[in-house]
Each structure stands twice: as structure tokens, then as C-alpha cells.
């Protein structure tokens, strides 16, 4: 039983890499400093195995087309988002930043980046531990210099900082607790719209504790702890 099990799990992963994918590629030869545009691209199918993250998936074919390229590609060769000088026309950062609201930056981590898996548009709750108070659904406007949906395709190795969008008291308490490095970091599903039940008041006491199951706040666990 055990033989057929790794017989058939090797049979199951030869099918998938071998399913075919479609990828983006050159037509005619592209020179640095070209502009793309559906004269020079083309789409490929070709089986999963032999691409990347680099390689462009079909379904992004259109956002090449307001950028140039990086480098020389040679007709039939994958166009990949490292050959990309602008992934696509954006608008300026500061026209990102909601009304309300700014931008701060701080300095991040493997920890605080999730291992590198946090991508712009995330939301991430933050912990002030000095004060015990939340700080909710904070979104990341960029990481590094990143900040549209191709640039987070291919993160730095190692990300150094993130910038998230934040209302003026929000900035307060994040670099203030950044600063004295009481700061944890909840990455949460950015759909995920769960009513804070507790009032900001309650949080800040140091007499009081949130109790959360599964993600979500047990008002019936809420435990009020006697000052002594």
C-alpha cells in the first residue's frame, strides 16, 4: 500500500508539471529601451515545470503594454518581470494615500514581513505590547520600492522596510511603540472585515485582557484582572 501510495503521488506530480500554461514572449527581437505593445509580444503555451516566477502568465499580457524593456530578447525567448523597466503605468505614490489618511514607514523583518510573504493591499493588526492596544486593519501601501501588483511578484530576498497607510493617531501610536520596540505584527486576510467588539477605551487599561478564539473575540472570556 505504501508503494502504490508513492507510485501514485509521483504519477499525480508528473501530470501536474506537465500541465500546459500559457506565458508571454517575444515575437521579434526586442532591444533595450523598446517599448512593448502587441507587434513584439506574443503568448506561449509550454508545461508548468518549465516556468518560473519570473515568467509572465498570459493573463498579464496587457499590463506590458505601457512599458519598455531592460534588456535585449530574442524572438521566442519568455519575457520575465526582471527584463520589465516599468511593469505598467502607475500612479504617483502619494496619489495612492486614501484622504485621512498618510503613509509611514518601518523598518521590517523576516518576522514582521511574514517571512517574506506579505504583498501589497494585506492588512496586518498591530500589537502595542507596552500599552496592551490594538491597532486594526492596517493596509501595506508598499514593500521597499514595490508598490503595485507586478513589483510584488518578485520581493526583495530579504524585505528591509514596509510602508503602511494610516490615519494621523494610528502613526502616533505605531512609532511610538516601533520606537520602543514593543511592536508585534498580525497579518490578517485582507476581506476578512470582523467588527472590533471591544471600544479603544478597554484596550488601553492594563486591568484588562482581549481573549480571541479562532480569530475571533470572545466578549464571554473578556477576564478583568484586579489591580494589586
Not at 122 to 140: A, G, H, P, Y
Request: aromatic residues 6%.
Amino acid at each position: 500500500m505504501m508503494a502504490r501510495s508513492r507510485i501514485e503521488a509521483a504519477r499525480l506530480d508528473v501530470i501536474d508539471k506537465s500541465r500546459p500554461t500559457e506565458i508571454v514572449v517575444a515575437s521579434k527581437p526586442i532591444h533595450a529601451g523598446d517599448p512593448f505593445s502587441p507587434g513584439n509580444l506574443a503568448k506561449k503555451t509550454i508545461p508548468v515545470s518549465g516556468t518560473g516566477k519570473r515568467n509572465i502568465k498570459s493573463e498579464d499580457f496587457n499590463l506590458l503594454l505601457t512599458a519598455k524593456s531592460k534588456s535585449e530578447i530574442d524572438p521566442g525567448e519568455p519575457v520575465l518581470w526582471t527584463d520589465v523597466d516599468e511593469p505598467f503605468e502607475a500612479a504617483g505614490f502619494s496619489e495612492m494615500i486614501l484622504p485621512g489618511h498618510m503613509a509611514l514607514t518601518l523598518e521590517a523583518g523576516s518576522t514582521s514581513s511574514f517571512s517574506g510573504l506579505v504583498r501589497t493591499g494585506d492588512r496586518i493588526d498591530f500589537l502595542c505590547k507596552s500599552t496592551n492596544e490594538w491597532i486594526r486593519r492596517i493596509q501595506v501601501l508598499s514593500i521597499d520600492r514595490h508598490y503595485n501588483r507586478s513589483g510584488a511578484r518578485e520581493p526583495a530576498e530579504e524585505v528591509s522596510t514596509m510602508t503602511l497607510s494610516v490615519t494621523s493617531q494610528e502613526g502616533a501610536k505605531l512609532s511610538s511603540c516601533s520606537r520602543e520596540g514593543t511592536l508585534s505584527w498580525f497579518l490578517r486576510n485582507p476581506t476578512d472585515n470582523t467588527i472590533d467588539l471591544f471600544p479603544a477605551s478597554s484596550k488601553s487599561s492594563n486591568n484588562s485582557i482581549e481573549i480571541w478564539k479562532g480569530g475571533i473575540p470572545e466578549p464571554a472570556l473578556l477576564q478583568t484582572w484586579s489591580k494589586r
